[in-house]
């Protein structure tokens, strides 16, 4: 059974700089697509950053230029590195992981990231 543990989360200013980590427990990490999604009050959850087993990365519009995803094999983390924060990016943020051919797919019980003067 594979559970997520997002950390890092909280109140920065516009312009501020942010690292999310999730922490993978389980096994075969490394077959893992792992990603972060966000939602904010009253909107449907979106994608943020996602990358593959084999490092390939894919980011929203919005954040590209701005965010980094990047995975750890050896310690079994995801991190998402958040830079020029708007109070647009203002969400809970939410860690998953899924593999593509059998469709596993798991998620993090989130971290509030607040963008706020």
């Known amino acids: 059974q594979v559970q997520l543990v997002e950390s890092g989360g909280g109140l920065v200013q516009p312009g501020g700089s942010l690292t999310l980590s999730c922490a993978f427990s389980?096994?075969?990490?490394?077959?893992?697509?792992m990603g972060w999604y966000r939602q904010a009050p009253g909107k449907q959850r979106e994608l943020v950053a996602t990358i593959t087993s084999a490092r390939r990365t894919n980011y929203a519009d919005a954040v590209k230029g701005r965010f980094t995803i990047s995975r750890d094999h050896g310690k079994k983390l995801v991190y998402l590195q958040m830079n020029s924060l708007k109070p647009e990016d203002t969400a809970v943020y939410y860690c998953?992981?899924?593999?593509?051919?059998?469709?596993?797919?798991?998620w993090g019980q989130g971290t509030q990231v607040t963008v706020s003067s």
């Open positions: 389980g096994s075969m990490f490394s077959i893992f697509t």
């Open positions: 998953n992981a899924r593999t593509v051919d059998d469709g596993r797919n798991y």
